[in-house]
Protein backbone atom coordinates (compact mmCIF):
# COMPACT_ATOMS: atom_id res chain seq x y z
CA UNK A 1 0.00 0.00 0.00
CA UNK A 2 2.92 2.19 0.79
CA UNK A 3 4.81 1.99 -2.97
CA UNK A 4 0.81 2.48 -4.48
CA UNK A 5 0.91 5.89 -2.95
CA UNK A 6 4.45 6.43 -3.79
CA UNK A 7 3.46 5.55 -7.26
CA UNK A 8 0.13 7.97 -6.95
CA UNK A 9 2.13 10.89 -5.93
CA UNK A 10 5.01 10.43 -8.76
CA UNK A 11 2.07 10.63 -11.37
CA UNK A 12 0.80 13.51 -9.40
CA UNK A 13 4.30 15.10 -9.45
CA UNK A 14 4.37 14.71 -12.97
CA UNK A 15 1.52 16.28 -14.16
CA UNK A 16 1.91 19.31 -11.37
CA UNK A 17 5.49 19.68 -13.32
CA UNK A 18 3.72 20.22 -16.33
CA UNK A 19 1.13 22.61 -15.16
CA UNK A 20 4.02 24.52 -13.79
CA UNK A 21 5.63 24.86 -17.48
CA UNK A 22 2.74 25.40 -19.19
CA UNK A 23 0.72 27.72 -16.73
CA UNK A 24 -0.03 30.14 -19.04
CA UNK A 25 -0.05 33.01 -15.51
CA UNK A 26 2.59 33.63 -12.60
CA UNK A 27 -0.18 32.55 -10.44
CA UNK A 28 -0.50 28.78 -11.98
CA UNK A 29 3.04 28.41 -11.91
CA UNK A 30 3.03 29.55 -7.93
CA UNK A 31 0.09 27.05 -7.27
CA UNK A 32 2.15 24.48 -9.25
CA UNK A 33 4.96 25.31 -6.86
CA UNK A 34 3.19 24.93 -3.83
CA UNK A 35 1.48 21.69 -4.71
CA UNK A 36 4.56 20.13 -5.57
CA UNK A 37 5.72 21.33 -2.32
CA UNK A 38 2.96 19.50 -0.36
CA UNK A 39 3.49 16.54 -2.56
CA UNK A 40 7.06 16.26 -1.46
CA UNK A 41 6.28 16.73 2.16
CA UNK A 42 3.83 13.71 1.23
CA UNK A 43 6.74 11.80 -0.33
CA UNK A 44 9.67 12.44 2.47
CA UNK A 45 6.66 11.53 5.18
CA UNK A 46 5.60 7.82 2.71
CA UNK A 47 9.34 6.83 1.84
CA UNK A 48 11.24 7.43 5.04
CA UNK A 49 8.35 5.32 6.82
CA UNK A 50 8.82 2.82 4.15
CA UNK A 51 12.72 3.22 4.70
CA UNK A 52 12.85 2.89 7.77
CA UNK A 53 14.73 6.28 8.81
CA UNK A 54 14.52 7.61 12.13
CA UNK A 55 13.20 11.39 11.90
CA UNK A 56 11.76 12.12 8.84
CA UNK A 57 8.73 13.49 10.43
CA UNK A 58 10.66 16.66 11.62
CA UNK A 59 12.05 16.65 8.01
CA UNK A 60 8.83 16.73 6.84
CA UNK A 61 7.31 19.30 9.34
CA UNK A 62 10.09 21.27 8.28
CA UNK A 63 9.02 21.36 4.42
CA UNK A 64 5.46 21.89 5.03
CA UNK A 65 6.69 24.98 6.81
CA UNK A 66 8.99 26.55 4.71
CA UNK A 67 6.63 25.56 1.73
CA UNK A 68 4.37 28.28 3.37
CA UNK A 69 6.51 30.81 3.73
CA UNK A 70 7.79 30.99 0.53
CA UNK A 71 4.99 30.74 -1.14
CA UNK A 72 3.38 33.85 0.76
CA UNK A 73 6.46 34.91 -0.02
CA UNK A 74 6.61 35.15 -3.83
CA UNK A 75 3.09 36.20 -3.73
CA UNK A 76 3.50 39.42 -1.95
CA UNK A 77 6.16 39.72 -4.12
CA UNK A 78 4.45 39.45 -7.52
CA UNK A 79 1.42 41.16 -5.99
CA UNK A 80 3.73 44.65 -5.25
CA UNK A 81 4.92 44.24 -8.63
CA UNK A 82 1.94 43.85 -10.37
CA UNK A 83 0.07 46.41 -12.27
CA UNK A 84 -2.76 48.44 -11.34
CA UNK A 85 -6.45 46.46 -11.57
CA UNK A 86 -9.15 47.60 -14.33
CA UNK A 87 -11.37 49.82 -12.69
CA UNK B 1 -6.75 -5.42 16.33
CA UNK B 2 -3.45 -5.19 14.03
CA UNK B 3 -5.88 -6.09 11.07
CA UNK B 4 -8.13 -3.58 11.59
CA UNK B 5 -5.87 -0.88 12.07
CA UNK B 6 -3.91 -2.37 8.80
CA UNK B 7 -7.18 -2.31 7.10
CA UNK B 8 -7.84 1.72 7.88
CA UNK B 9 -4.19 2.77 7.17
CA UNK B 10 -4.95 1.20 3.87
CA UNK B 11 -8.41 2.73 3.50
CA UNK B 12 -6.90 5.92 4.84
CA UNK B 13 -3.99 5.82 2.25
CA UNK B 14 -5.95 4.85 -0.93
CA UNK B 15 -8.41 7.64 -0.70
CA UNK B 16 -5.66 10.37 0.08
CA UNK B 17 -3.77 9.11 -3.33
CA UNK B 18 -7.27 9.17 -5.14
CA UNK B 19 -7.73 12.50 -4.19
CA UNK B 20 -4.22 13.49 -4.71
CA UNK B 21 -3.86 12.28 -8.30
CA UNK B 22 -7.55 13.87 -8.79
CA UNK B 23 -5.79 17.05 -7.90
CA UNK B 24 -3.48 17.11 -9.99
CA UNK B 25 -5.30 15.73 -13.23
CA UNK B 26 -8.07 19.30 -11.81
CA UNK B 27 -4.72 21.52 -11.67
CA UNK B 28 -3.95 20.23 -15.29
CA UNK B 29 -7.28 20.04 -17.41
CA UNK B 30 -9.44 22.62 -15.84
CA UNK B 31 -9.74 26.33 -18.14
CA UNK B 32 -9.03 28.69 -15.41
CA UNK B 33 -6.86 30.29 -12.74
CA UNK B 34 -9.85 29.83 -10.14
CA UNK B 35 -11.06 27.00 -11.08
CA UNK B 36 -7.39 25.85 -10.92
CA UNK B 37 -7.20 27.25 -7.41
CA UNK B 38 -10.65 25.14 -6.55
CA UNK B 39 -9.55 22.06 -7.35
CA UNK B 40 -6.03 22.70 -5.93
CA UNK B 41 -6.66 23.38 -2.91
CA UNK B 42 -9.93 20.97 -2.16
CA UNK B 43 -8.29 17.98 -3.36
CA UNK B 44 -5.00 18.90 -1.30
CA UNK B 45 -6.66 20.15 1.64
CA UNK B 46 -8.50 16.96 2.22
CA UNK B 47 -5.60 14.36 0.47
CA UNK B 48 -2.78 15.68 2.72
CA UNK B 49 -4.09 14.82 6.00
CA UNK B 50 -5.40 11.42 5.06
CA UNK B 51 -2.43 10.02 4.03
CA UNK B 52 -0.70 11.16 6.85
CA UNK B 53 -3.26 9.99 9.08
CA UNK B 54 -3.15 6.53 7.49
CA UNK B 55 1.07 6.88 7.78
CA UNK B 56 0.34 7.69 11.54
CA UNK B 57 -1.78 4.66 12.13
CA UNK B 58 0.75 2.71 10.73
CA UNK B 59 3.66 3.99 12.57
CA UNK B 60 1.48 3.28 15.85
CA UNK B 61 1.16 5.37 19.52
CA UNK B 62 4.98 7.07 19.17
CA UNK B 63 6.57 10.37 19.30
CA UNK B 64 6.80 10.26 15.13
CA UNK B 65 2.92 9.38 14.91
CA UNK B 66 2.41 13.16 17.07
CA UNK B 67 4.86 14.89 14.33
CA UNK B 68 2.77 13.36 11.39
CA UNK B 69 -0.88 14.63 13.44
CA UNK B 70 1.23 18.02 13.94
CA UNK B 71 2.34 18.28 9.76
CA UNK B 72 -1.24 17.38 9.21
CA UNK B 73 -2.85 20.20 11.44
CA UNK B 74 -0.34 22.65 9.86
CA UNK B 75 -1.12 21.79 6.94
CA UNK B 76 -5.12 22.16 6.77
CA UNK B 77 -4.36 25.20 8.49
CA UNK B 78 -2.07 26.90 6.14
CA UNK B 79 -2.85 25.02 2.69
CA UNK B 80 -6.62 27.19 2.69
CA UNK B 81 -4.69 30.34 3.94
CA UNK B 82 -1.78 29.94 0.62
CA UNK B 83 -4.93 29.34 -1.59
CA UNK B 84 -6.95 32.43 -0.33
CA UNK B 85 -3.97 34.88 -1.22
CA UNK B 86 -3.14 33.10 -4.17
CA UNK B 87 -6.41 33.69 -5.49
CA UNK B 88 -6.87 37.37 -4.17
CA UNK B 89 -3.26 38.00 -5.33
CA UNK B 90 -4.58 37.06 -9.07
CA UNK B 91 -7.85 39.14 -8.65
CA UNK B 92 -5.82 41.71 -7.74
CA UNK B 93 -3.14 41.56 -10.56
CA UNK B 94 -6.29 41.58 -12.89
CA UNK B 95 -7.22 38.09 -13.65
CA UNK B 96 -11.10 37.72 -13.97
CA UNK B 97 -12.84 34.48 -13.63
CA UNK B 98 -13.83 33.04 -16.67
CA UNK B 99 -18.18 34.06 -16.53
CA UNK B 100 -21.09 32.46 -19.10
CA UNK B 101 -21.40 35.51 -21.03
CA UNK B 102 -25.21 34.78 -21.99
CA UNK B 103 -26.26 33.41 -18.75
CA UNK B 104 -24.83 37.41 -17.63
CA UNK B 105 -26.64 38.88 -20.19
CA UNK B 106 -30.18 37.22 -18.91
CA UNK B 107 -29.59 37.91 -15.09
CA UNK B 108 -28.56 41.40 -16.05
CA UNK B 109 -31.96 41.84 -18.39
CA UNK B 110 -34.21 40.24 -15.88
CA UNK B 111 -33.06 42.98 -12.79
Known amino acids: MLLATILALFASMILIVLRAFAGPSVYDRVLAVNMFGTKTVLVIAVGGHALGWTSFADVALLYAMLNFVATIAVLRFFEATAKEPPA | ?111
Open chain 2, 1 to 111: MSLLVDILSGLCLLAGSFLCITGAIGLLRLPDVFCRLHAASLNETLGTPLILLGLALQVGPTLTSVKLFLVAVFILASNPTATHAMSRAALHSGERPLVDEKAQEISSSKS
